[in-house]
């Protein structure tokens, strides 16, 4: 079992970063891959990013591509994603997720946390 919480949401300024973190719970962390889902209002939860469990690989939208980073740290149990350049459609809440695999797809995860809020002004 892992449990997820995320955090480092908030409102920022078009052109502005965050940095959010989901800490993870539970000793297998370091053997899943962790993945960031977004889902705006009236919209559909979409990927963000995904890592693998040693960190070696990395899947990105082509919407975040240049801008977003995700990384983790297996020692703390916690996987990042710097958003940089933030847009107004970066807007979501944001959740991150483990599964065994690396991939964007939504229905390959197992553990989800309960999200973060995202608001970026123009």
């Known amino acids: 079992q892992v449990q997820l919480v995320e955090s480092g949401g908030g409102l920022v300024q078009a052109g502005g970063s965050l940095r959010l973190s989901c800490a993870a719970s539970g000793r297998t962390f370091s053997s899943y891959g962790m993945g960031w889902f977004r889902q705006a209002p009236g919209k559909e939860r979409g990927f963000v990013a995904a890592i693998s469990w040693s960190g070696g690989r990395t899947l990105y939208t082509d919407a975040v591509k240049g801008r977003f980073t995700i990384s983790r740290d297996n020692r703390k149990n916690t996987v990042y994603l710097q958003m940089n350049s933030l847009k107004p459609e970066d807007t979501a809440v944001y959740y991150c997720?483990?599964?065994?695999?690396?991939?964007?797809?939504?229905?390959?995860?197992?553990?989800w946390g309960q999200g973060t809020q995202v608001t970026v002004s123009s």
């Open positions: 997720a483990a599964g065994p695999k690396t991939t964007g797809w939504d229905d390959e995860y197992d553990y």
